[in-house]
């Protein structure tokens, strides 16, 4: 199983972007139990940004939750997860990543990392 994110880019403050984490690999049923966005800066510690169940459940950081979104592409079998981020500043500049614990039908369940996606919000 793989994880790829993907999305990122260079955008100004108060502009949006949308992430996207998708699961794929073999055999093809793969079903995303829980996924959860990351993100790190140049020189800062790793933050959890939001975090999804299937199912749809969701959570937030408190200082993130007004202007970002995190979703599936169908609640009962993820195998995308998105992040919409919204009214963009620069210090949300980082490198963000996903992880997720995977089902598969012949492996069961594991956890997988992305490899992250690069947003740079200019002032």
């Known amino acids: 199983v793989q994880l790829q994110a993907s999305g990122g880019g260079l955008v100004q403050a108060g502009r949006s972007l949308r992430l996207s984490c998708a699961a794929s690999?073999?055999?093809?049923?793969?079903?995303?139990?829980?996924a959860t966005w990351f993100r790190q800066a140049p020189g800062k510690q790793r933050e959890w940004v939001a975090t999804?169940?299937?199912?749809?459940?969701?959570?937030?950081v408190e200082s993130l939750k007004e202007r970002f979104i995190i979703s599936g592409d169908n609640p009962q079998r993820m195998r995308t997860v998105y992040l919409q981020m919204n009214m963009l500043r620069p210090e949300d500049t980082a490198n963000y990543f996903c992880?997720?614990?995977?089902?598969?039908?012949?492996?069961?369940?594991?956890?997988?990392w992305g490899q992250g996606t690069q947003v740079t919000v200019s002032s």
């Open positions: 992880e997720a614990n995977v089902w598969t039908a012949a492996g069961g369940s594991a956890d997988y």
């Open positions: 690999g073999t055999p093809s049923l793969i079903i995303i139990n829980t």
């Open positions: 999804i169940t299937n199912g749809g459940r969701t959570s937030y």
